[in-house]
């Protein structure tokens, strides 16, 4: 590994690099730095260990600007952590070298503020790579936990960022009692805590008690996705991946969109038939089966995705690219989908749409029927579809030409 290298990242995302609306851009710039890194990693994996620890140094301090209430930098950022840490924790280098870098994190950490790299924590004893490392760094934060836990016993309020690195440290290390007898000092303990009980339980091999723990954890505050990805994890390591997915691989997982959702499921999922996923994800969601359209036309079900158009609302939009974009190759489902497009124009679906939407749903219609040889009634399908009493229903009509 070179002394230094010139990553050409560390430009980009400098202190406060980005102002309060930037977070397409940071996004941007963090996607380019991932990848910049994953490069490096296929020739020279210490190099890429060295620039993902760089990275996650200037990750905080870069974004802490951002208005992030709408999630999509946390989700971002989170992703990095998740891409990264796997670098790190391979990277072949020596103790003093990993000891350094550890050193480096430990202190991105205390300055993350706001939060984008606290799940770094959840990965403090993997990234030791050495359960004598993860020892000695348990050895160094207990004292601190300790003296949390009595406040908390004594009924004083206390919290520290470095339990859960503690934690994880005295799990990797093999510490399972040491970190059972922590736990069990917690008068009012946290669910996000008591996972690490269940895991060394599972470790022990009990996986069945630490699924049993997890569930004990439901409560209105204790986020059921998060346990369930537990859970799964569990049932995972034990190598019960059918359970797995029975169980929990569809509650544990929700990505930024449906098909990101489908994809990180059949991803992790190889050996379920991908068919099966949709059924499960979609029964997942009574009453908004729509919302899985556009993942059943992009896996070429044609047929589930009008059906799922017709059974709840979809947004008109999404059904009009649909019947443009397949026009020439599936015209059949074209046309259907552009009348149905219209259909829920006229109740109301959608929106901010215009009168120039009302018209393309039309439009593709009229090609997609020509296309299959049904034009001469295309037009009475067109008005059926755009039947209906309400507001929008005459608007649709009105921009159709139609008589109200």
Request: net charge neutral.
């Amino acid at each position: 590994m070179p002394a230094t290298h010139a990553w050409a990242f560390r430009g980009g995302l400098r202190r406060n690099a980005f102002g309060w609306s930037g977070t397409g851009k940071a996004i941007e710039r963090l996607n380019e730095a991932v990848g910049e890194i994953e490069r490096v990693a296929r020739t020279d994996p210490a190099l890429a260990g060295e620039g993902a620890v760089l990275l996650l140094e200037k990750l905080s301090p870069a974004v802490n600007q951002i208005d992030s209430s709408s999630g999509a930098l946390g989700s971002a950022t989170n992703g990095v952590v998740e891409k990264l840490v796997p670098l790190i924790v391979a990277a072949p280098v020596p103790p003093p070298v990993r000891g350094k870098w550890l050193e480096r994190l430990f202190e991105a950490i205390q300055e993350d503020d706001p939060p984008y790299i606290e799940s770094l924590r959840e990965h403090w004893g993997a990234l030791c790579a050495d359960p004598g490392l993860a020892s000695r760094w348990a050895d160094q934060l207990l004292p601190l936990v300790m003296h949390v836990m009595a406040d908390r016993r004594s009924g004083t309020y206390a919290y520290s960022s470095s339990s859960t690195l503690c934690y994880s440290a005295l799990f990797h290390a093999g510490r399972l009692d040491d970190l059972m007898a922590v736990l069990a000092l917690d008068p009012k303990p946290y669910w996000h805590d008591q996972q690490w009980a269940a895991k060394a339980l599972a470790a022990r091999g009990d996986v069945d008690g630490a699924l049993s723990l997890v569930e004990g954890l439901r409560s209105r505050h204790a986020p059921d996705m998060a346990l369930s990805s537990v859970a799964e994890q569990l049932l995972f390591d034990a190598g019960r991946i059918d359970e797995a997915y029975a169980r929990y691989g569809v509650q544990a997982t929700a990505a930024n969109t449906n098909i990101a959702t489908f994809r990180a499921i059949a991803k992790r999922y190889p050996g379920i038939e991908p068919g099966r996923i949709l059924g499960d994800l979609i029964a997942s969601t009574p009453g908004e089966e729509g919302k899985w359209f556009a993942t059943a036309k992009t896996l070429k079900q044609f047929d589930l995705a009008l059906a799922l158009a017709r059974r709840a609302p979809v947004d008109p939009k999404t059904l009009v690219r649909a019947a443009r974009d397949y026009v020439k190759s599936q015209p059949v489902f074209a046309f259907e989908v552009a009348l149905t497009a219209l259909h829920w124009m006229a109740r109301g679906a959608g929106y901010e749409l215009t009168g120039a939407d009302v018209g393309s749903a039309r439009d593709h219609a009229v090609a997609a029927a020509e296309a299959i040889g049904v034009g001469p009634s295309a037009r009475v399908r067109i008005a059926d579809n755009a039947a209906g009493v309400g507001p929008a229903a005459v608007w649709v009509r009105k921009c159709l030409g139609i008589e109200t």
